[in-house]
């Protein structure tokens, strides 16, 4: 089993930055792919970031492109989403996740641990 916690969410103005952190507990998680994704009130779970187990290859959804950067501290048992740039439209709850033993997706549903989420607020 492995728990995570989200932290760094709040409310920044638009054109700002912030850093999300997602510290796991129970397991390391060198051997999980991880990722974060983010959920508005009336839309789907949505794709966000997503990092390799082993080579750190990060992967991005095409509305973060250029402006989000993920990494992980396998040390520290933690992953980061930074994230410039700020958009209104990237406000919502963001959530981590983690895979266990299996390739990265970009599916809620290919991922088995998850957060309780991290409020990021915009204003614009």
């Known amino acids: 089993q492995v728990q995570l916690v989200e932290s760094g969410g709040g409310l920044v103005q638009a054109g700002g930055s912030l850093r999300l952190s997602c510290a796991a507990s129970?397991?390391?998680?060198?051997?999980?792919?991880m990722g974060w994704f983010r959920q508005s009130p009336g839309k789907e779970r949505e794709f966000v970031a997503g990092?390799?187990?082993?080579?750190?290859?990060?992967q991005y959804g095409d509305s973060v492109k250029g402006r989000f950067t993920m990494s992980r501290d396998n040390d520290k048992n933690r992953v980061y989403l930074q994230m410039n740039s700020l958009k209104a439209e990237d406000t919502a709850v963001y959530y981590c996740?983690?895979?266990?033993?299996?390739?990265?997706?970009?599916?809620?549903?290919?991922?088995?641990?998850w957060g309780q989420g991290t409020q990021v607020t915009v204003s614009s």
């Open positions: 996740a983690a895979a266990y033993r299996r390739p990265m997706g970009t599916r809620p549903s290919d991922y088995d641990y």
């Open positions: 990092i390799t187990w082993r080579e750190s290859v990060t």
């Open positions: 129970g397991r390391t998680i060198s051997d999980y792919p």
